[in-house]
């Protein structure tokens, strides 16, 4: 039976699930242009801003615990669809675009909690206090400068790049809700997805029952510290299914760099912090990457950012240009005759509003950053807004190195501001701030204008959700870092806040003369030699900087997903009708494991903050021995190997009987 609102039912036949149908404008959305649906109401704001707020404080209790955030939009789109099935039951209904809508606005707020934790949060570092106000003023001008640059990029990324990128969790998103609406066949695949990745998880971090990290550390001859390893947990191989063996195979390729070449290189060199030259290989390496490789991948991902600028300097210049004509033209009906599918916010707005938050940047006192600094954050967040939304489209937001691009941020304001005799690095890290928000939320605004893309949804409508859904962050994301600050410190052990202690550390590095400029110079070069061979550069430089226990994962994913696609190609017929379906099942299942992963993350967060557990061990530990979870641990990769292969596999055959 379908779990649809009237209207849906009726749009069923048009679903994309199951088959890539096509028009002169890209694949047959699941919701016609000429059909009016339900969209921005009332109940979708409401439910959007209550799923936000505890997505914001979530996200930021588990980014500075662990480094990282989680993808909110899949799991409030699940959210979303049993709270509106619960409504259904008492007769208020809600249809495919109003799920869109609560999706969007609540993953506003895991975007903007993301750049706040890994740069405000580091003026604690500095010895500074948490500004509440100050904190609520960046974080709004940060966010709403991400949105309002994005726009003029959408028809490009979205529309006319639609093949070349997948937009992963935007895809698994649209997938989610379309499977949602369309019966129990997709809500099986969902369903049995999102129990493995939450049974997996909690079994994992809520009991100790096994580890998901495994790793090692080797020699080699005279050569030491070759490492490698990885977190092989169900988002992480999901995200690499859907992203597909070449992307997945990138980003491995600059994590093998870097551990397999860079790091036994620093440290047979003897470039071993002095804190860990008599520690194990493994916490060594660890080190190493901490304290130099990150640099490296900072100059690559500088390199690489500018290089994707220019690039896109014809996208870019056609957007400006677009922008322009439309203000000349804004007494025209050229906009009203769009299709509903193509109405973005007016240009007039747009432009509009960018300049008055430069100017609130410059004059708003809570900011303090000056001219140059307001300068700087406005221009850097332009091109690295155009970076984030067309790198999330490759990787996938889970992967966004907002990290990186506030590295790039902070080591050119610094530079700057130093010359004109700035001596207080909070002026810097306040500067990366509004470019790091400002990229955290393109990147999540893209996703969601990508699933907007394909159920059909209107981009003005979700364009208004993120600024409303960000408008609402702001205002707690003050409170909340204060929050956790009073209750467990920042920089404690509890709460470490890698990022946010890094950024503080290269913003001081870059303004007393104590910064890794060799590594940065390393990074760069080797950008540019990848750039000469025609390889993609972002990719690259997203595997040097992240640890390879991130990109192994994502890599097995990749070739889980190329294992499939082949076994499927020798058993298909003449019209891959089986290739069809198992790749659509495939990424369903997908999207359901990383749900499963963010609810569980979540769950666990909220136990520790409740103070069930600690941060050396799970709320509910069994306490088994490091070496037997270490083996349970290869043992429960391999069944979830095996799950989701055969929920893949199982029946496919079948599946198009079943769509009908």
Known sequence: MSHGSPEEQTESNGSRIGSEQTTGDGPSPYVPAGRSV????????????????????ANMYLGMRSGMTISASIPAAVISMGVFYGLRRIGIGGTILENNIVQTMTSAGEALAAGVIFTI?????????????NTAVVAILGGLLGVLFMIP???????????????????ACADVLEAGSRGDEGVKLISVGFLVGFVYMWLANGMAAFRTTIQTAFSAGETDGFAIGGDFTPALIG???????????????????SWMMLIPLLITGGFVPESAADAALMVQANEVWDEYIRYVGAGAMIVGGFYAVVSMRGTIADALGTAAAEIRDSGSDATADRKRTQRDLPMKIVVGGAILIALALVAVPQVQVGLLGGFIAVIAAFLFVAVSAYLVGVVGSSSNPVSGMAVA???????????????????VLVTASVVAIAAAVAGDTSQDLKTGYLLGATPRNQQLAQVIGIAVSALFAGWVLSFFDQAYGIGSETIPAPQAGMMALISEGVLTGSAQW?????????AIVLILMDVPVLPFAVGIYLPITLATPIFLGGLLRAGID???ARRDDEDGTLAEHATSRGRIVAAGLITGEAIMGIVIGALYITGTGNADGAP?????????????????????VGLFTASVLWNAPNTEASDQ
């Open 38 to 57: 339900a969209e921005l109401t009332i109940k979708a704001v409401l439910i959007g801003l209550a799923l936000n707020v505890v997505m914001l404080t």
């Open 121 to 133: 949060a580091g003026v604690t570092f500095l010895d500074q206090p948490i500004n509440i106000v």
């Open 153 to 171: 990029m959408r028809r490009y990324l979205i529309v006319d790049k639609h093949e070349e990128l997948p937009y992963p969790e935007g895809t």
């Open 239 to 257: 995200v690499g299914y859907i992203i597909g063996p070449r992307i997945a195979g990138y980003v491995f390729g600059g994590g093998l760099i």
């Open 409 to 427: 941020t902070i080591l050119i304001a610094a530079l700057a501001l130093r010359s004109t005799g700035v001596t207080d690095p909070v002026v």
């Open 518 to 526: 060799g590594m940065i110079l390393i990074g760069a070069v080797f």
């Open 566 to 568: 082949r076994y499927v």
């Open 620 to 640: 509910f530990p069994l306490g088994l021995e490091a070496g037997t979870q270490s083996i349970l641990g290869v043992v429960a990769l391999v069944a979830l």
